[in-house]
């Protein structure tokens, strides 16, 4: 059983940065897709960002592009997403979810496990 557990999530001014980690576990294939998805107070849930771990491609919203990076821990089945430049329209509740397979954009192709999430809270 695939299990997600994000961290890192916070209050922060705008303009900072937060890096919000997710450490997977349960499974030990090397291929396989986590994206990260934001759900704003009262709003569906959209996604953020993309990362297909065996060939490291990587997606982005076009209103993160620039200022939020997605990366792997070589080591530890950890995904990272580095969110710098945040502004008060970042606020939600940050979850990542795993697809045994690619992204197809910003989704991981036939994602059914999701974490807990995280909140993230950007104001002054």
């Known amino acids: 059983q695939v299990q997600l557990v994000e961290s890192g999530g916070g209050l922060v001014q705008p303009g900072g940065s937060l890096r919000l980690s997710c450490a997977a576990s349960g499974f030990t294939l090397d291929y396989y897709a986590i994206g990260w998805f934001r759900q704003a107070p009262g709003k569906e849930r959209e996604g953020v960002s993309c990362?297909?771990?065996?060939?490291?491609?990587?997606y982005y919203a076009d209103s993160v592009k620039g200022r939020f990076t997605v990366s792997r821990d070589n080591g530890e089945n950890t995904v990272y997403l580095q969110m710098n430049s945040l502004t008060p329209e970042n606020t939600g509740v940050y979850y990542c979810?795993?697809?045994?397979?690619?992204?197809?954009?910003?989704?991981?192709?036939?994602?059914?496990?999701w974490g807990q999430g995280t909140q993230v809270t950007v104001s002054s």
């Open positions: 979810t795993f697809s045994y397979y690619y992204c197809s954009g910003l989704w991981p192709y036939g994602s059914t496990y």
């Open positions: 990362i297909t771990i065996n060939d490291g491609s990587t």
